[in-house]
RNA sequence: GGAAGCGUGGCCGAGCGGUUGAAGGCACCGGUCUUGAAAACCGGCGAGGGGCGACCCUCCGUGAGUUCGAAUCUCACCGCUUCCGCCA
């Protein structure tokens, strides 16, 4: 959410710059609303400050003993049309409310502008894209010759979008686990959390999901109302929420794996070959609660420690930064990291990594109280994946691949896979 | 699932329906003292919001209700604790 104070002040300029990520403002809407707002807030607590007065003066008359039936009288005499404005104004700041839980976040002036995907900007490359003597498998083919894929058998149990994994394949995808959370808790600093994967409607709506995107997740059915995490950053962050922390508390740094539940409504017909989009996968998930004259420094660590995996791991990849058309809804600015798919012949996303800069933080009211003793004011939400686990696990199928369609082990998992350091074809 | 109890400021903890936004303590901030620190003492100190301002409003788990007036009374819901039962 954006500072209302913001809204109401800069009207104008706040609607040019949401232009830029393609948002229209309604501006004269607000406008309006707000205009109506202010008149009736004040005659509302006009007639409060009547009331509360008068019948202190009730309380005062009845202790002595007087009669209060002329007191009683004047106060008869406004009490319907203060319910009436009580009434009107809670209808109105409701409306107002919608309104701006319904409005993205600014993007940060550095951000590129731009309107969509092809307007990103690439600002670092590491690695080279793989070179093969032979043709290279997708990890699709690569599932099928080793026999540790099985998508059929998937559908059968659940329907598509969903995978199954067997031997050391599916060893090797607990293995990355291991090797993520390892690496940010013992050199990057992070502390590891479990966390619910089922959340109320607040904490979605903390950290942007709900209202606008509910159709991107699963709800329960049951008496009450919870939703499958579609990324871990919805309960991790949430644990900041209606928090005030110390100054000297920050920054806070987490490091969580969860399964990722999302209906992918919308994206019919996009990556349906494969584990690249799938209904369910595995995230290791970093999160940071910092000062807010820390965060964009702490952007650009957290990027680099998703970053580290996957050199850790021997993958090629790049960093672009996202335009203003292309970050999603409550990001101020947000890096993606992508990674080379030999099977695809492409840099495909495997980490996307967000300061969302008070955005989140106001819609949670979390809160850091600084060290001068003054008032508690908002804290940064940073957050990025440390890496998805299923397209990490389809990177190192398809440039780990040898000519017979076995998969070599990159040497940062051996010490997690128990003495396999190839993914063999059955003869 | 059954029974009982409890939800008050950053934390702990008082609070007869009426000058209570709330005693007291801790923490925190400022000061005195000290070579420095600690202790002691003095002072300050809840959060959110509105108004150009003088000021004003709201908030004692949440939501309804009673009342001129609710932290205090009624109802519902949520959460927590303890005991019993069941259970990975």
Known sequence: MLDPKLLRGQLEEVATRLQTRGFKLDVGAFARLEERRKSL??????????????SKEIGIA???GEDVSALMQEVDGFAQRLAECEQQL???????LDLQLGIPNIPHASVPAGGGEDDNVEVRKWGTPTQFDFTPLDHVDLGVKTGALDFETAAKISGARFSVMYGPLARMHRALIQLMLDTHTREHGYRE????????????QGTGQLPKFEEELYKLRGEKDLYLIPTAEVPVTNIARDMIYSEDQLPIRFACHTPCFRSEAGSHGKDVRGMIRQHQFEKVEMVQLVKPEDSHAALESLTGHAEAILQKLGLPYRVIVLCTGDMGFSSAKTYDIEVWLPGQGKYREIS?????EDF?????????RPKDGKKPEL?????GSGLAVGRTLVAIMENYQQADGSIRVPDA???????????????
């Open 90 to 96: 809670e209808v109105l700041q409701k409306e107002l």
């Open 360 to 368: 989140q933080a106001r819609r949670m009211q979390a809160r850091y």
């Open 413 to 427: 998992l051996k010490p997690y896979m128990g003495g396999v350091d190839v993914i063999s074809v059955p003869a």
């Open 193 to 204: 959390v479990y966390v619910p994967y089922m959340v109320n409607p607040e904490s979605l």
């Open 41 to 54: 807030q004040v005659e509302t607590e006009n007639l409060q400050a009547d009331r509360k007065r008068k």
């Open 379 to 383: 804290l940064h939400t940073l957050n």
């Open 352 to 356: 996307s990594c967000s300061n969302f």
């Open 62 to 64: 009845k202790g002595k």
